[in-house]
C-alpha cells in the first residue's frame, strides 16, 4: 500500500509526506497514518489530492478497497481518536503498565455504532490500534462524567498502516 501511495503522491516520494502507520483488512478497508516533514504541506490533503484523483488511483489499484487516511500523531491518545473518525470519541483511557486502550464515546447518535463498525467491529480502526501494542475495547458513556469532551481534533479522511 505504501509503495502504490508513493507511486500516486509526489509528496510522499520525494519524502515530505511520510506514511507512518499502515493498517488493512485486504479486500475491505485500509487505514494510513500520514505526517508531514513540511509544515505548509496538508499530509492528508497531499494524499487525497484534487477531487481525490491520488487516493482514488490507489483505491482503483485495489479493486475498489476503501482507504482512510488520518493525520499521525505520536500521541497515542490522537491517534486513537484520528483513527476512529467519525465517531466522537469522549475520553480515551491508556493503560500503559497492562497495554491497554479503553475508548469511551458518547451515548448519542450512534456515536458507538460508528466507533464500532459494520457487523460488529471496525476492523481497520481495530488493527491500527493493535499495531501500537495495545489491546482495544469501546463502550458507550452515560451521565455527565462520561462524556467529558476532549480536545477537539481534526477528523480525518482515511488511514492505513
Given at each position: ?41 496538508d499530509p ?13 488511483a ?13 493525520p ?14 467519525p465517531a466522537?470519541?469522549a475520553?480515551?483511557?491508556i493503560?500503559e ?26 476492523r481497520?480502526s ?28 481534526p ?7
Open positions: 500500500m505504501a509503495k502504490l501511495f508513493a507511486q500516486e503522491v509526489p509528496e510522499i516520494y520525494d519524502g515530505i509526506v511520510e506514511i507512518k502507520a499502515v493498517a488493512r483488512d485486504p479486500g475491505s478497508r485500509a487505514k494510513i497514518g500520514v505526517i508531514s516533514r513540511d509544515s505548509s504541506v492528508v490533503g497531499a494524499c487525497v489530492g484534487m477531487r481525490g484523483s491520488r487516493v482514488q490507489v483505491v482503483n489499484e485495489l479493486q475498489g478497497e476503501k482507504i482512510d487516511i488520518i499521525w500523531s505520536p500521541d497515542i491518545a490522537t491517534f486513537v481518536v484520528n483513527a476512529l473518525a466522537e470519541v475520553k480515551v483511557v493503560d503498565d497492562r497495554e491497554r486502550i479503553e475508548v469511551v464515546v458518547p451515548d448519542t447518535n450512534n456515536q458507538l455504532s460508528l466507533a464500532i463498525g459494520r457487523r460488529g467491529t471496525e481497520a481495530r488493527l491500527a490500534i493493535d499495531r501500537l501494542g495495545y489491546r482495544y475495547s469501546h463502550r458507550a458513556g452515560r451521565g455527565p462524567s462520561a462524556v467529558r469532551p476532549i480536545s477537539r481534533i477528523r480525518a479522511c482515511s488511514w492505513n498502516r
